[in-house]
């Protein structure tokens, strides 16, 4: 007759015998895998649900003023030619935070790993001399998204990005005569 362990319950059958390998650490393993998982799918689930990407700016000269009322016609008229930046400046402001170009070529300003589907990305231009107006366009859709506002002086232009944008916009200014 086989002998019973000490913790075993005395109504345990006498023929009972406890078999295989005892307890031990197999399972803190799997919670390591799962936790591995989780972070995994996370990190993937924010970024598709944000859709981070890079937002490139250029900036194109008008010769005529443009509005947030204005037609795709109406910018194809004002002959807005790509323009290098001289003196001019773009930074986004994102939850409370400002931020500068991550890089900067010859007429365009880019912004790295901006989450595009969000309502509070802003952006804020300041212009070298005074500008007439200046307009947010979206080139792929071929649509005006915002007209900029201004400080007193006409250098200081802002404007609410707003969400679910393209990745390339247009920023269209009129100098000032």
């Known amino acids: 007759m086989a002998q019973r362990a000490r913790h075993e319950a005395k109504w345990t059958h006498s023929e009972a015998i406890v078999r295989g390998r005892p307890g031990g650490n197999r399972g ?4 390591g895998l799962l936790f591995a998982v989780v972070a995994v799918v996370a ?3 924010y970024n598709r649900y944000w859709d981070v ?7 194109r000269r008008c010769e005529a003023p443009l509005t947030a009322d204005s037609t795709w016609q109406e910018v194809q008229a004002a002959a807005c030619d790509p323009a290098t930046i001289e003196g001019d400046e ?6 409370g935070t400002q931020t ?5 070529t010859g007429s ?10 969000t309502v509070i990305n802003a952006m804020e231009m300041r212009t ?5 107006s200046v307009v947010l366009a979206e080139p792929e859709n071929e649509t005006i998204r915002r007209a900029l506002t201004t400080d007193s002086e006409r250098v200081r232009w802002s404007a609410n990005v707003g969400s679910q944008g393209p ?8 100098p000032q005569d």
């Open 28 to 31: 803190w393993w799997t919670l």
């Open 43 to 45: 990190t993937v689930a």
């Open 53 to 59: 990407q890079d937002v490139t700016f250029e900036l």
């Open 90 to 95: 773009v930074t986004m402001w994102h939850e």
């Open 100 to 104: 500068q170009a991550d890089s900067t």
């Open 108 to 117: 365009s300003w880019t912004f790295e790993d901006i989450r595009i589907n």
């Open 128 to 132: 070298g001399t005074p500008a007439e």
């Open 167 to 174: 990745t390339t916009y247009w920023v269209l200014v009129t």
